[in-house]
């Protein structure tokens, strides 16, 4: 056997004299690898023509990093990684660690170049020795190179061919650590092994893994624990502390004695740190949006971060390369700067699941924006982000680009658009429109020209039927008053100037230009509908919606984001006209019943065809928001009858900005400039006996009609059950009211949230 060995060490001599010293590493490499030496002649000559020739560039950037993500307050509220990684310099880490892995790893490391020879040979003897004992010769530089290979390999192929266990592979990583070795210093490659080294649990790098195990700093490491992560790395799984403790604290122990034996500690000190315990204070790490503080502003953040990295074309791509732009996101290393409010966050979140259950098959989504700037402050759903019960991962209040669905039909609060165009043309406040409960309207055309046939509309209302003006048509929400005036518009500048304001169906397409249009028949999502909004309270200033405003590389680079464009789209006359008139919503119109909000704020309610889904839009001057309630199943399966954009959305919107605006400036609107009507409140004459109700009404200067049958009330027969308009509405000097007497059918049930009036489809 001896002999054998002799002869052996006689041929390894003979190769170094004949090939010359630029060789010997890729023959020493051969030699280790292979189990015999019966073919090393052939193999090892071929071997280092092979390494003289090739390629030794190797890319020696700093390994993949975490991406974090930043609120508008700078306090982190994301992250996201492949490889839970965050390194640091070498002076960040603890001395004794940096011992203790020299002298496991490579106690000669800043003796010898690329490769040990002393301890490659040292190898060779003992595998040439042995048919089932091998001794591995790696330098730390080489096992540098080796993890650089696998961090900066794209595909698994590229995988399987940096990891196979090949002497070709072995040869390529000697190669590419001679480069390094020439490049960089000894403290370069060491602070670059420790960061990106494997420590187990998921932790990558000496400060990930201090932090996974210990819950402290890398320069916070006591001897035991730098010992323990420096024998990890040799076979992260087999010693991993908590799935075999005795193994890690006897591979623990190994390094302790090995570091007494090189004198980097004393015997004594190895003694009492090998006495005790493995003691773990674990932070496992813990990332994308699931785990995030706002989960479903971080999908909407990850969505826009995709478009950023793909320069708009996330969407066109194939899956492949869809995949490399969301392993670019994980692995990038990038500092994301948001628009995220946690106080308004936190206030959205409280309001809507203080409404609406997590776990009811129904689902409230909200958005909020800041006027004038079009940032996100706040984005949630009544479910919680995630799998099982209560909770969905589909973005609910975002368009489909952001991780959303189709969207959701706005209702009502579209009417908001027609007003605008209406104002913008000239048609004064005070024109006066008759509305009956139910017509036909005809003579739509849409942008190209094209016709609609006649369209039957009604109201929700049967005792909206009357004269109704740009006021009180939109405080009442009047389907058959809006009909009309969409008609003198146009359904073009109707549907434009919606489009000015950004709105677009939750898919991405255009709207659709249908004479329902003004109804809210198009399925939007929430984001949008709270920008547009904010424009109007920025004074027609409409700004694009913005989550992010600031990406920065590992390199210090800021990235390129799209371009997000404010534009005045209305002057600020109409817009102050408008934000009037919707003012009137919260104090005399279909949202009254919330109260307001403690401040100046303006909205519009929103109830989907058949009640199966409702919305509320609404603003203050420094901040907008949009609420939708539906069931997000489909309203084809399950519907959520008799909901009003003012019985659930309005209620959560109101919970969500008094929070979010608690301690805020409240600005008042602009006072519109110019005749603004001149109006008489409708008295309230519910409950009254018929002659001392007309009386009241003629008294404030009002001509009274009587319907002429009762209907179903809880108002004592014979009593006035209601009127159109409603009680204090606004109506012009001299205007009808129709009065509608109580046929005492629903004496007795309790009332309803509109002050006992019951609507004949109630029964």
């Known amino acids: 056997?001896?002999?054998?060995?002799?002869?052996?060490?006689?041929?390894?001599?003979?190769?170094?004299?004949?090939?010359?010293?630029?060789?010997?590493?890729?023959?020493?490499?051969?030699?280790?690898?292979?189990?015999?030496?019966?073919?090393?002649?052939?193999?090892?000559?071929?071997?280092?023509?092979?390494?003289?020739?090739?390629?030794?560039?190797?890319?020696?950037?700093?390994?993949?990093?975490?991406?974090?993500?930043?609120?508008?307050?700078?306090?982190?509220?994301?992250?996201?990684?492949?490889?839970?990684?965050?390194?640091?310099?070498?002076?960040?880490?603890?001395?004794?660690?940096?011992?203790?892995?020299?002298?496991?790893?490579?106690?000669?490391?800043?003796?010898?170049?690329?490769?040990?020879?002393?301890?490659?040979?040292?190898?060779?003897?003992?595998?040439?020795?042995?048919?089932?004992?091998?001794?591995?010769?790696?330098?730390?530089?080489?096992?540098?190179?080796?993890?650089?290979?696998?961090?900066?390999?794209?595909?698994?192929?590229?995988?399987?061919?940096?990891?196979?266990?090949?002497?070709?592979?072995?040869?390529?990583?000697?190669?590419?650590?001679?480069?390094?070795?020439?490049?960089?210093?000894?403290?370069?490659?060491?602070?670059?092994?420790?960061?990106?080294?494997?420590?187990?649990?998921?932790?990558?790098?000496?400060?990930?893994?201090?932090?996974?195990?210990?819950?402290?700093?890398?320069?916070?490491?006591?001897?035991?624990?730098?010992?323990?992560?420096?024998?990890?790395?040799?076979?992260?799984?087999?010693?991993?502390?908590?799935?075999?403790?005795?193994?890690?604290?006897?591979?623990?122990?190994?390094?302790?004695?090995?570091?007494?034996?090189?004198?980097?500690?004393?015997?004594?000190?190895?003694?009492a740190a090998a006495a005790k315990p493995i003691k773990l204070n674990e932070d496992k790490p813990v990332g994308g949006c699931e785990t995030s503080k706002a989960p479903f502003f971080c999908e909407y953040v990850k969505y826009e971060m995709y478009l950023i990295l793909s320069d708009g074309k996330y969407w066109q791509m194939s899956k492949e390369r869809q995949a490399e732009i969301q392993n670019r996101l994980k692995r990038g290393g990038y500092t994301i700067r948001t628009t995220l409010s946690m106080k308004a966050q936190n206030a959205l979140d409280k309001a809507l699941r203080g409404t609406?259950?997590?776990?009811?098959?129904?689902?409230?989504?909200?958005?909020?924006?800041?006027?004038?700037?079009?940032?996100?402050?706040?984005?949630?759903?009544?479910?919680?982000?995630?799998?099982?019960?209560?909770?969905?991962?589909?973005?609910?209040?975002?368009?489909?680009?952001?991780?959303?669905?189709?969207?959701?039909?706005?209702?009502?609060?579209?009417?908001?658009?027609?007003?605008?165009?209406?104002?913008?043309?000239?048609?004064?406040?005070?024109?006066?429109?008759?509305?009956?409960?139910?017509?036909?309207?005809?003579g739509f055309n849409d942008c190209k020209g094209g016709g609609f046939g006649p369209w039957n509309v009604a109201n929700a209302d049967p005792a909206e039927n009357g004269p109704y003006n740009l006021k009180n048509g939109t405080w009442l929400s009047v389907n058959t008053f809006y009909a009309f005036l969409q008609k003198r518009v146009g359904l073009c500048d109707a549907v434009k100037m919606a489009e000015r304001f950004g709105m677009k169906q939750g898919t991405g397409k255009p709207l659709q230009q249908v004479p329902s249009q003004v109804l809210g028949v198009n399925e939007v999502d929430m984001v949008h509908l709270a920008a547009a909004y904010a424009g109007f309270a920025a004074r027609g200033k409409y700004c694009e919606p913005v989550a992010v405003t600031e990406v920065v590389a590992p390199d210090g680079k800021k990235l390129k984001l799209p371009e997000k464009k404010c534009?005045?789209?209305?002057?600020?006359?109409?817009?102050?006209?408008?934000?009037?008139?919707?003012?009137?919503?919260?104090?005399?119109?279909?949202?009254?019943?919330?109260?307001?909000?403690?401040?100046?704020?303006?909205?519009?309610?929103?109830?989907?065809?058949?009640?199966?889904?409702?919305?509320?839009?609404?603003?203050?001057?420094n901040m907008a928001a949009a609420v939708a309630y539906w069931d997000y199943r489909g309203p084809w399966q399950h519907k959520v009858y008799g909901v009003y954009g003012a019985t659930i959305p309005a209620p959560i919107w109101a919970r969500s900005m008094r929070g979010a605006l608690a301690g805020e400036p409240a600005p008042n609107f602009n006072t519109p400039v110019g005749d603004f009507g001149d109006f008489t409140n409708v008295p309230d004459v519910r409950g009254r006996r018929l002659p001392e109700a007309m009386a009241a009404l003629r008294r404030a200067g009002l001509e009274v009609e009587v319907a002429p049958r009762p209907i179903p009330s809880d108002r004592e027969r014979g009593t006035v059950a209601n009127t159109s308009p409603g009680p204090r509405a606004e109506i012009e000097p001299g205007g009808k009211v129709i009065v509608y007497l109580s046929n005492g059918r629903d004496r007795g049930r309790p009332r309803n949230e509109n002050d006992g009036f019951r609507w004949p489809w109630e029964d």
């Open 567 to 621: 534009k005045q789209v209305v002057e600020q006359g109409v817009a102050d006209q408008v934000n009037e008139i919707l003012r009137g919503v919260l104090t005399r119109g279909t949202a009254k019943n919330i109260g307001g909000i403690g401040r100046p704020a303006a909205g519009k309610t929103g109830t989907c065809e058949d009640f199966h889904c409702a919305a509320f839009a609404g603003h203050t001057p």
């Open 1 to 271: 056997m001896l002999a054998q060995k002799d002869g052996r060490s006689n041929a390894l001599v003979q190769l170094m004299r004949l090939l010359g010293a630029g060789v010997v590493a890729g023959i020493l490499v051969a030699f280790i690898a292979l189990p015999g030496v019966g073919s090393v002649g052939l193999t090892a000559r071929d071997a280092a023509h092979d390494f003289q020739d090739m390629d030794s560039d190797l890319d020696t950037a700093p390994p993949p990093e975490k991406t974090v993500v930043y609120d508008a307050q700078g306090e982190q509220a994301a992250v996201f990684f492949d490889k839970y990684r965050e390194s640091v310099t070498l002076n960040k880490i603890a001395l004794i660690l940096q011992k203790a892995v020299i002298g496991i790893e490579d106690s000669r490391f800043y003796e010898h170049g690329a490769l040990d020879l002393k301890g490659t040979l040292r190898a060779l003897a003992t595998n040439a020795g042995s048919s089932d004992t091998r001794q591995g010769g790696s330098t730390l530089t080489q096992q540098y190179v080796k993890n650089l290979l696998v961090e900066n390999a794209q595909t698994d192929e590229e995988y399987r061919k940096v990891t196979a266990p090949t002497v070709e592979r072995k040869i390529r990583e000697l190669r590419y650590a001679l480069t390094v070795e020439e490049t960089m210093s000894k403290n370069q490659i060491l602070e670059g092994y420790l960061n990106i080294a494997y420590f187990g649990g998921g932790a990558y790098g000496v400060q990930a893994a201090s932090k996974r195990w210990f819950s402290k700093p890398a320069d916070k490491l006591t001897l035991p624990e730098a010992a323990l992560l420096a024998g990890i790395t040799q076979n992260p799984s087999a010693y991993d502390p908590n799935l075999h403790p005795k193994a890690a604290r006897e591979r623990r122990d190994t390094v302790l004695y090995r570091m007494a034996q090189l004198k980097m500690i004393t015997k004594a000190e190895a003694d």
């Open 356 to 442: 609406v259950s997590p776990t009811s098959n129904k689902v409230a989504a909200e958005a909020m924006v800041q006027p004038g700037t079009g940032h996100i402050k706040a984005l949630g759903s009544s479910k919680r982000f995630g799998a099982g019960k209560g909770r969905t991962t589909l973005n609910l209040a975002a368009d489909n680009q952001h991780g959303g669905g189709v969207g959701v039909s706005a209702g009502s609060t579209f009417k908001t658009f027609t007003l605008a165009a209406a104002l913008e043309e000239g048609i004064p406040i005070r024109t006066s429109i008759h509305s009956p409960n139910r017509t036909v309207v005809s």
